[in-house]
């Protein structure tokens, strides 16, 4: 497809306090290439400065606490080295005319001890324990059961995530992603199939909210409403993620979300089962960013139905770092090296050519 017939696509659009020069978003994509302290180095800064043509690129998830990691050598936010890494990048794209948010993270029961301080369990809302094998420095391992958190201990990860978020604005970014998507813990405490607490954070879908209410609350006044996003996924079904209606529980979350005047709500769309993505969109009632497989064709058709405000594309910005001009011209794209999603170094992360260099 060509420029003319990406019209929406490509064109300017108001996003929180940002006037965005088209509604194309590089999603955040976990590439585990972080340097010694889990801190960016000036390889990521050329990663993200090749992307910065998108309307906004949201970054990788990063940590924000040593406790909130979950596989190796992801970047964090919770240290000087890190603040000063993150700063490359925001001023390596900045430099470029993009703008940049950062998703902040805590896994959660999405981790493993070999990854923790002192190997400590990962922590969850409840002791349940999650299918599957997870990365870690030793290779792929079997999931463990996590440690339910304690109901005192709830605020001090809220701080962490406030904590973030101050940092986040000392190293440069735009504004800030809490991820609350994905199976991670924002996820796990709102899903009545990862929590199954009795206390203030347990049962109804109002309690089951409440940390993400009050993660949001904490976020907010660092950089203010307009320049905060959120992330959910209401189908999402790894890492043993379930839910008896979630109808019910994101269209509430969204309701929530939508009264804070948010810069957006990001809603990844792939999973399994029936969902009214539609309905979720309505109940928020603010700018809406989706995700999920899209490609021009049908991101443009989304646009142009009113169906979404912005599309975000994963690895079609992981393989193509002008894939803005590619949509524009209707160029050929690079297919991407899955081997080297999370390992490669340089290789399959800043050596996919540009069209003039294709």
């Keep these: 497809m060509t420029a003319k017939s990406l019209g929406q696509l490509l064109s300017p ?77 925001t001023d390596a794209v900045h430099a470029e005319g993009g703008r940049i948010f950062l998703q902040i993270w805590h896994v959660g029961r999405l981790s493993h001890p070999s990854v923790q301080r002192n190997e400590a369990l990962p922590v969850a809302p409840s002791a349940l324990r999650a299918d599957g094998e997870i990365f870690t420095g030793e290779g792929l391992m079997s999931l463990v059961t996590p440690r339910a958190l304690e109901l005192e201990e709830i605020a001090g990860v809220v701080a962490d995530f406030r904590k973030a978020a101050e940092n986040a604005k000392l190293a440069g970014f735009d504004g800030v992603e809490i991820h609350a998507a994905n199976g991670y813990l924002i996820d796990q405490f709102l899903r009545d199939g990862t929590n199954v607490r009795t206390d203030a954070y347990g049962g109804s879908i109002q309690n089951r909210a409440r940390f993400l209410k009050e993660v949001v609350e904490a976020v907010v006044p660092v950089f203010g409403a307009d320049r905060v996003g959120v992330r959910l996924s209401p189908i999402f079904n790894g890492f043993s993620m379930s839910d008896s209606d979630p109808a019910a529980t994101f269209g509430y979350a969204a309701e929530l979300l ?28 603010g700018t809406y960013i989706a995700n999920g497989g899209y490609d021009a064709g049908r991101a443009e058709s989304a646009v142009d139905a009113g169906d979404t405000d912005l599309v975000s594309f994963g690895t079609l910005f992981l393989a193509n770092p002008d894939l803005v001009n590619r949509f524009r011209a209707g160029s050929p794209l690079n297919d991407a090296d899955r081997t080297t999603f999370y390992q490669g170094e340089e290789r399959g992360f800043t050596d996919y050519p540009a069209i003039n260099a294709a």
């Design 13 to 89: 659009v108001q996003l929180g306090a940002y006037k965005l020069r088209n509604r194309m978003v590089m999603a955040p994509l976990t590439r585990s290439r972080a340097g010694d302290g889990d801190a960016p180095t000036p390889l990521i800064a050329q990663y993200y400065q090749q992307r910065a043509s998108a309307g906004l690129i949201i970054t990788e998830a990063s940590q924000i606490s040593p406790q909130g990691k979950g596989y190796p050598r992801t970047p964090g936010i919770h240290s000087a080295a890190q603040i000063a890494g993150w700063r490359q990048v």
């Design 258 to 285: 939508g009264q804070y005047g948010l810069a957006y709500l990001h809603v990844m769309q792939l999973g399994e089962g029936e969902f009214d993505f539609k309905a979720l969109r309505q109940r928020f009632n």
